[in-house]
C-alpha cells in the first residue's frame, strides 16, 4: 500500500466515526432517522458549557492594529494590539449576557475592523441539539464599547444556523454569510430528501446598525466544514465552501456575490464520501483580482492539500498544485496574497507534536518555496489562521501549551 493510500486509510477511519455525528446533524428532526451511536445530547450539552474556546480570531484595521476575539465564560472578548501581538489590551466583553459560544474548530467567532467601526459574528448555541444563532455585534468608538447583540438568521427558527463569517469593507458594508437548516426542515416536513445544508447571507450598508433580509446562496452545502470569505477587487465579496455535488461529490464552490450572485465549481477532486470532513478551506485575494484558494481533499487517488488561482472576474482556474507531507498528516491549510507574493499555512502532526507549516510563492501562486516548519506545539492546538485584512502574513495559532501566538512568516 502507498503511503497516499495509507493516510487516506487512516483518515476516512476518522471521518467514519464522525459519520454518526453527521447524520445527527442532517436528520434531527426526521423521527424516521437512525438512532445516532453516540449520546449527541450529552456532547452538545459539554460543547455548549466549555468555559473557554480555543478557537479564536484576529484582524488587523487600516493603521495596523490588531483586534483579537476570543470566548471565555460564554463571553465574547475583545482586545488589542498596537505592536504586532507582542501585548494586548485590557478585553472588552461583547455581551453583557453569557450564552453559549461555540469557539472549537471549523465554528469560531469572526472579527473585521475599519474606520473605528469593530464588527463581530459568532454563533450561540441554543439547548436543542445541533441548534443556533447566528450572532451579531459593533462598537462604533474604536473598541471601547459594543452594541446589544442582535441575531441575523430570521426566520427565528431553532434549527441549526451556524459557521458564520464575515467581511467588512471600507464604505462600511458589512456580510455575514453562514450555514442555514431551514431549507432542510421544510423538505423533512414534507416528506422530501434535503442533503446537507444551506449557504445563506446578509447583508449591512451602514456599518451592522441593520441588515438585509437573509438571502439564500445555494443549496446543499457540506454542512459542517467553516465558510471562508475575502473583499475581492471593488470590495466585492467571494464565498468559499465545500459542497455537496450530483454522486455526494464534497469538493468546492466558490460564489462572486453582487446584485446577481454567480456560484461556481472551484475543485474537481471527486471526493465521493457520505458524511462531513469537518474540514473547510481558505480563500485569498489579491490587487489584481485574482482570488487564491487552499483546501483538503480525502479522495483516495490524490488526498492531501492543494492550491489554486482563480480569476475573479472570468472565473478562469489554474491547475491545482499539491503540497503538504502526507507522511505528517497534513491538514487545515490558510491562504494569504497580498501584491505578487502569496503564502500558505497548514498544520501537521509528526506523532507527537503539532507543527505549523508554511510556504511561499513570489510569482502569484506559479511557483513555490520548500516548506518550512514555523512552530510546534503538544497537546490541544487550535488550527493556523491568517490575521484577517493584515499587510503583512502574520499567522495566529493557539494551544493548550503555548497560548495565543503570533509569526509574521514572511519576516525572514
Known amino acids: 500500500m502507498s503511503i497516499k493510500h495509507l493516510i487516506t486509510a487512516i483518515f476516512m477511519a476518522v471521518i467514519s466515526a464522525a459519520i454518526p455525528f453527521t447524520e445527527a446533524a442532517e436528520h434531527a428532526h426526521d423521527a424516521k432517522a437512525a438512532k445516532p451511536k453516540h449520546d449527541m445530547n450529552k456532547m ?23 483586534w483579537l476575539a476570543r470566548m471565555q465564560d460564554g463571553h465574547l472578548k475583545v482586545s488589542r494590539s498596537e505592536d504586532n501581538g507582542k501585548h494586548f489590551s485590557e478585553e472588552v466583553t461583547v455581551n453583557p449576557q453569557p450564552e453559549a459560544i461555540l469557539a472549537e474548530g471549523q465554528n469560531r467567532p469572526k472579527i473585521a475592523a475599519r474606520n473605528g467601526v ?5 454563533v450561540q448555541a441554543l439547548p436543542k441539539v445541533f441548534s443556533g444563532n447566528v450572532r451579531f455585534a459593533r462598537s462604533v468608538d474604536e473598541g471601547k464599547t459594543f452594541s446589544a447583540p442582535v441575531t441575523v438568521n430570521d426566520d427565528h427558527e431553532e434549527t441549526s444556523h451556524g459557521f458564520s463569517t ?9 456580510t455575514v454569510a453562514w450555514f442555514d437548516g431551514r431549507e432542510r426542515d421544510a423538505a423533512v416536513k414534507s416528506g422530501q430528501e434535503y442533503i446537507g445544508s444551506t449557504v445563506y447571507y446578509a447583508v449591512s ?3 451592522g446598525a441593520s441588515f438585509s433580509a437573509n438571502r439564500k446562496l445555494a443549496d446543499h452545502a457540506c454542512e459542517c466544514c467553516r465558510i471562508s470569505m475575502t473583499l475581492g ?41 457520505n458524511a462531513c470532513p469537518h474540514h473547510g478551506g481558505d480563500i485569498a485575494a489579491d490587487a489584481v483580482g ?40 497534513p491538514g487545515h491549510p490558510v491562504v494569504f496574497a497580498h501584491d505578487k507574493q502569496v503564502f500558505l499555512a497548514w498544520r501537521e502532526f509528526d506523532g507527537d507534536n503539532y507543527r ?52 509574521d512568516v514572511g519576516g525572514d
Open 118 to 122: 469593530i464588527v463581530v459574528t459568532w
Open 356 to 407: 505549523m507549516m508554511t510556504s511561499v510563492s513570489a510569482d502569484r501562486g506559479d511557483t513555490w518555496s520548500t516548506a518550512r516548519i514555523v512552530a510546534t506545539t503538544s497537546g490541544a492546538a487550535d488550527l493556523p489562521i491568517f490575521v484577517t485584512d493584515a499587510h503583512k502574513p502574520l499567522v495566529v495559532w493557539n494551544s493548550t501549551q503555548d497560548g495565543i501566538r503570533l509569526f
Open 233 to 273: 477587487v471593488n470590495d466585492t465579496p467571494f464565498v468559499f465552501w465545500r459542497h455537496i455535488f450530483d454522486g455526494s461529490m464534497r469538493d468546492f464552490a466558490l460564489a462572486r456575490l453582487g446584485a446577481q450572485p454567480r456560484v461556481v465549481r472551484a475543485s474537481e477532486d471527486g471526493w465521493e464520501i
Open 44 to 66: 452538545w450539552a459539554e460543547m455548549r458549557t466549555r468555559a473557554v474556546g480555543m478557537a479564536v480570531s484576529v484582524a488587523a484595521d487600516e493603521k495596523g492594529v490588531l
Open 205 to 207: 450598508e451602514d456599518g
Open 290 to 329: 485574482d482570488i487564491h484558494l487552499a483546501w483538503f481533499t480525502g479522495n483516495s487517488e490524490h488526498p492531501g492539500l492543494f492550491y489554486r488561482r482563480i480569476d475573479g472576474e472570468k472565473m478562469t482556474t489554474t491547475t491545482p498544485h499539491a503540497f503538504g507531507d502526507l507522511d505528517f498528516q
Open 166 to 174: 464575515l467581511t467588512l469593507d471600507d464604505r462600511g458594508h458589512v
